[in-house]
């Protein structure tokens, strides 16, 4: 069994060096950045203000609410950051992972071989247009965006271990890396190949961050099982598709 690994480019390599995240992250009390605090005393003194110029329900839902932010910009610490295990405070950048399996009755070698020819990642990831592999190992993406646009970004594939394991990492925005990898392991008794997708990604410590944090743990799993259950669809009801005679989409010198 033979394990590749693929020699990054000067700039992902600074890129990534700039990104680099310990495995477990100790939370201080201080979870919330200086700015972040500053915002939440004003929006908690203007709240309380509102909440005690009215009666009822709705000026004591106002007035916990702005006490709330009061407590939050005077002690820097949100219980929501701490449950999500955010820190805006910290200089680490924010990490999230989601890991999906599905069972695909096809063997491994098949779905090596299918996933290693990158055009055909398109045919079962919802929002990927084309993938172009450029050279040996880099890749670039064009995507669907709102109002029939599009956005492009580009890629590495960073391991590949025959018939087990593909890895790659996407650059989308400055500051934000996405990196993956699926792993193909034989289902008990027989029963086709358990393949399993591994998303983790950087992003910096700002509070849009710790935002897009929050969201991403809620959609990011749900995104990946549904690329899954396209991919296990299009394999078991059809032959596996393949990019011989096609044009590569290697950038010609």
Not at 95 to 101: H, I, K, L, P, T
């Amino acid at each position: 069994m033979k394990m590749t690994l693929l020699q990054t480019s000067g700039t992902t390599r600074q890129n990534l060096a700039a990104m680099q995240t310990p495995a477990v992250r100790t939370l201080s009390t201080i979870n919330v950045g200086k700015i972040e605090r500053r915002l939440s005393l004003l929006g908690g003194g203007l709240f309380v203000a509102l909440g005690l110029a009215r009666r009822g329900w709705s000026g004591a839902a106002l007035t916990m609410l702005g006490a709330g932010g009061i407590y939050r910009g005077a002690t820097g610490h949100s219980f929501t950051y701490q449950a999500l295990g955010i820190s805006t405070a910290s200089t680490i950048p924010i990490q999230a992972a989601s890991e999906r399996v599905v069972t695909i009755q096809r063997s491994p070698a098949e779905l090596y071989r299918f996933w290693s020819e990158v055009a055909n990642w398109p045919a079962f990831m919802r929002q990927v247009q084309t993938v172009k592999k450029i050279g040996d190992n880099h890749l670039h993406f064009v995507a669907k965006a709102s109002f029939n646009t599009h956005y492009e970004w580009d890629g590495e594939i960073t391991a590949m271990q025959e018939n087990c394991l593909i890895a790659w990492r996407e650059m989308k925005k400055p500051g934000i890396i996405n990196t993956y990898s699926v792993h193909f392991t034989p289902a008990p008794a027989g029963r086709g190949t358990e393949v399993s997708v591994r998303e983790e990604y950087y992003l910096p410590v700002t509070p849009a961050g710790a935002s897009s944090m929050l969201l991403g743990r809620l959609f990011l799993g749900a995104r990946i099982m549904d690329d899954l259950r396209r991919c296990k669809a299009l394999l078991e009801a059809s032959e596996i598709p393949t990019t011989e005679g096609q044009a590569s989409g290697r950038r010609k010198e």
